[in-house]
């Protein structure tokens, strides 16, 4: 998919988030050119409802039909990240310190790349993570090829 698309989507769908009171996750364009897909992650405090994605994905298509920079047919997504969500900011690991997740290193951190426990902080660009087998580790965010978090069933339940 041509980089020029993707940039400008995401920003129509930032616009669109910010005009919508929610904040935008992450855009994504997947398929091929006779089976576009672009989704659209949002999410607020307290989560984000159906009506939010109806005024996002309305704001959004709006937008992309009156610029029709796309240039095939496309299926528009938007909705909530959903409880194991993806992390890709610096900004979405102080948000979540404290909680659960996985992260994948795109190079080995003393020949381990899959860690599993608690985001810690940040610290610079790296974040503090403790994993549940090594212990505490700085994991550069450069080298961080995916990361989500993980749904705690224990802490789930008490909010019930």
Do not use: W
């Not at 994905?57 to 909705?79: G, H, K």
């Amino acid at each position: 998919m041509e980089q020029g698309i993707a940039e400008r989507t995401e920003q129509v769908a930032a616009e669109a988030a910010a005009r919508n009171g929610v904040e935008l996750v992450r855009s994504e364009i997947v398929g091929d050119k006779r089976n576009l897909t672009v989704r659209v992650f949002i999410d607020k405090v307290g989560g984000v409802s159906i009506d939010d994605c109806t005024a996002v994905s309305r704001t959004i298509e709006a937008v992309l039909d009156a610029d029709d920079f796309i240039p095939s047919a496309y299926v528009l997504e938007v909705s909530s990240p959903g409880l194991e969500r993806g992390l890709y900011k610096l900004d979405d690991y102080r948000r979540f310190a404290g909680k659960k997740a996985k992260i994948k290193a795109d190079t080995g951190i003393e020949g381990q790349t899959n860690f599993t426990g608690r985001i810690v902080d940040v610290d610079g660009n790296e974040v503090v993570f403790e994993d549940k087998t090594r212990g505490i580790v700085h994991i550069p965010f450069s080298q961080i090829e995916k990361a989500n978090l993980r749904v705690d069933l224990s802490e789930e339940l008490k909010k019930r």
